[in-house]
């Protein structure tokens, strides 16, 4: 089961969950997705303990996608 | 133009780098050009201090306690520079708004994010280390440390996500996604507080930080054996 989890500041909050035989999931998970991306918030997507990549569309085989808030120099 | 604008491609490079279109990449020769100006650039602000040291006792040995003040400010030049690169790794004032079970949610993804031996140093410092393409990093609340040339070299990076209200875990995950994202973007984005030699900068950290930076030592020399032996 792949999980839409936003960084926040209850710690996180999952948004979404969807596996690749339940489209109608998957559906809900990218409206959530592109929801957050509209407030500003930016995706990425992962394995968890490597890898990451900046997404801007949810992808259907990730098995985590977080949603963060823009960084900066302070 | 703000990163939000969506003005560079959202996959691949950080978006954030829209909020800097001046700067440079930080790949591994812009890094090595900018250790080489910090290191010129202290040198320049030394060198009038070292002068100073030794011509005043040439002139009048009456003069020796004048020439002690310009060593000890000698000395302590690069050691205010190490101070401020040190606050990096020093956990960031949060509002009095976090609530504890926020903070232990926030823990509990980022010891998702990392492997056993990084989380076991995350519970005994704090920080998290984490090896990329550029060096070893040290991910903490406030910014990060680059540690490079065999444990030797580290550059500070002030740099921190957006909002005062997220746990200082939560803190620590942005920057380390953004960091496996792009790594080179990471250290654009990020600013620069100080370069210079890793031993400096420990000096002026708090016990279990410089725990960390030494386990991020440890690592850039194995992995800099790693680089230098493969064909």
Known sequence: MSRLIRLDQTGHTELAQWSSSDPAAFERARAAMDAELARGYFAVAGDGTRSAEQVRELPADAELVILRRPIAGG | ?231
């Open chain 2, 1 to 231: 133009m703000t990163a939000a604008d969506g003005g560079l491609p959202l996959t691949g490079a950080l978006p954030e780098l829209a909020d800097v279109p001046w700067r440079p990449l930080a790949d591994e020769p812009a890094l090595r050009r900018t250790d080489r100006r910090w290191t010129l650039w202290l040198v320049a602000q030394e060198l009038p201090l070292v002068a100073i040291a030794v011509g005043l006792p040439l002139l009048s040995p009456l003069l020796v306690p004048m020439s002690l003040i310009a060593l000890a400010f000698a000395w302590f030049i690069p050691d205010l520079w190490a101070a401020k690169g040190a606050e990096v790794l020093r956990p960031p004032r949060l509002p009095g708004g976090v609530a504890p079970s926020a903070e232990t949610r926030a823990i509990g993804l980022l010891g998702d994010l990392i492997d056993h031996r990084a989380r076991e140093l995350l519970t005994r410092t704090g920080l998290v280390v984490e090896r990329g393409r550029l060096g070893v990093w040290v991910i903490a609340g406030k910014g990060a440390v680059l540690v490079r040339g065999r444990g030797r070299r580290v550059e500070c990076y002030c740099v921190r996500a957006t909002g005062d209200d997220l746990p200082l875990a939560d803190r620590i995950a942005h920057l380390l996604l953004a960091l496996r994202a792009d790594e080179p973007g990471f250290a654009t984005v990020s600013n620069l507080s100080f370069s210079g030699a890793r031993w400096r900068l420990s000096r002026r950290l708090p016990a279990p930080a410089k725990d960390g930076l030494a386990a991020a030592a440890m690592a850039s020399g194995n992995r800099d054996r790693e680089v230098s032996s493969s064909p």
